[in-house]
């Protein structure tokens, strides 16, 4: 099975905003998905253009975007995903 690719936008709104703390994932995670998924760091995952800064940080969880995400939010649309598999 392939792994859940995991993007975590690091780009300044991202980051002041709750990315640095997002990026302490894999530290989080629970046993039993930590080999499935693959967590990194973007750049900029282009979601703040438009006036969505009140929506950042931002996370790509395979195909899907998680604004305000937090730890629990993004290991809840893992777990979603991996049920859909």
Not at 35 to 48: F, N, R, S
Not at 56 to 72: E, L, M, Q, T, Y
Not at 75 to 80: F, R, S, V, W
Request: glycine share 8%; charged share 25%.
């Amino acid at each position: 099975m392939d792994k859940i690719k995991v993007e975590i936008c690091v780009g300044t709104t991202c980051f002041i905003l709750g990315a640095s703390e997002l990026q302490e994932l894999e530290r989080f995670l629970p046993e039993g998905l930590r080999d499935k998924v693959d967590i990194t760091g973007a750049t900029c995952l282009g979601m703040c253009k438009d006036d969505n800064y009140g929506q950042a940080p931002f996370v790509r969880v395979g195909n899907r975007i998680v604004s305000n995400a937090s730890i629990s939010s993004v290991i809840e649309q893992i777990e979603e995903q991996l049920k859909h598999r």
